[in-house]
T-cell receptor
Framework: KAGVTQTPRYLIKTRGQQVTLSCSPISGHRSVSWYQQTPGQGLQFLFEYFSETQRNKGNFPGRFSGRQFSNSRSEMNVSTLELGDSALYLC?????????????FGNGTRLTVT | GESVGLHLPTLSVQEGDNSIINCAYSNSASDYFIWYKQESGKGPQFIIDIRSNMDKRQGQRVTVLLNKTVKHLSLQIAATQPGDSAVYFCAENQMDGGATNKLIFGTGTLLAVQP
C-alpha cells in the first residue's frame, strides 16, 4: 500500500507570495493532519481534517489555511509568506481519530522563503 | 539530507547494546502516546503506541514504558543496529474521547549507533 504522498518535495518562494502544498493520504484513510517542523520550534500541529471538516486547528495565524476534498486528499495554503515560514511541512493520515489509529507521515515539503 | 534539530540531546550506543530513550510529557490529561523515528530527509515513522491504561507495551525489538505518576515515557530498543540511527520523538495526545489526532511532540533525541 502506498504511503502518504506530498507534493512538491521542495519549494522556494519569496516573501509576500503564497503557496499551496498537496497531500494524498494512504488509501482508505479519512483523517489528514498537517504539522510544521523547524529546528527551533520542533514539530507543531497546524490542523486536522476528517471527512472534509476541520476538526482542530493549532496556534498559527490566519495566513495558514487548509482543506480536505471528498477523496480525502488535502491541501494547505500559506498566504503572504514570511521568512519565518521556512520549514518542513508534514502531512499525516490515519484511518480515523482514536486509539489504535496512529498518524502515518509523508516525507514532507521543504519550503524555503527568501 | 536535511538536518532535523541541530541541538538535540544525543544518545550514543554501541551496535548490539540496548538503548533507552526517555521522554517527559507535559499534560497529565494525555491518554495516548506514540513514539516516532525520523531519519534524515524523511518524515516521522510510527514505531509503537500505548494508551494510558497500560504501563508497558512490546513490539518487535522495542518496548515502551509509561509512568503516569511522574509523566514519563521511555522507549527501549533491544540489540541496537546501525539502521536504528535517527531522531526519536515521543508524542502525546489528549484524546478526549477519541475526538482528535492532535499530537504534541517532544523535542526529540538523536540516537547514534556506533559500529
Amino acid at each position: 500500500k502506498a504511503g502518504v504522498t506530498q507534493t512538491p518535495r521542495y519549494l522556494i518562494k519569496t516573501r509576500g507570495q503564497q503557496v499551496t502544498l498537496s497531500c494524498s493520504p494512504i488509501s482508505g484513510h479519512r483523517s489528514v493532519s498537517w504539522y510544521q517542523q523547524t529546528p527551533g520550534q520542533g514539530l507543531q500541529f497546524l490542523f486536522e481534517y476528517f471527512s472534509e471538516t476541520q476538526r482542530n486547528k493549532g496556534n498559527f495565524p490566519g495566513r495558514f489555511s487548509g482543506r480536505q476534498f471528498s477523496n480525502s486528499r488535502s491541501e494547505m495554503n500559506v498566504s503572504t509568506l514570511e521568512l519565518g515560514d521556512s520549514a518542513l511541512y508534514l502531512c499525516a493520515s490515519s484511518l480515523a481519530t482514536g486509539y489504535n489509529s496512529p498518524l502515518h507521515f509523508g516525507n514532507g515539503t521543504r519550503l524555503t522563503v527568501t | 539530507g536535511e538536518s532535523v534539530g541541530l541541538h538535540l540531546p544525543t544518545l550514543s550506543v554501541q551496535e548490539g547494546d540496548n538503548s533507552i530513550i526517555n521522554c517527559a510529557y507535559s499534560n497529565s490529561a494525555s491518554d495516548y502516546f506514540i513514539w516516532y523515528k525520523q531519519e534524515s530527509g524523511k518524515g516521522p515513522q510510527f514505531i509503537i503506541d500505548i494508551r494510558s491504561n497500560m504501563d508497558k507495551r512490546q513490539g518487535q525489538r522495542v518496548t515502551v514504558l509509561l509512568n503516569k505518576t511522574v509523566k514519563h515515557l521511555s522507549l527501549q530498543i533491544a540489540a541496537t543496529q546501525p539502521g536504528d540511527s535517527a531522531v526519536y520523538f515521543c508524542a502525546e495526545n489528549q484524546m478526549d474521547g477519541g475526538a482528535t489526532n492532535k499530537l504534541i511532540f517532544g523535542t526529540g533525541t538523536l540516537l547514534a549507533v556506533q559500529p
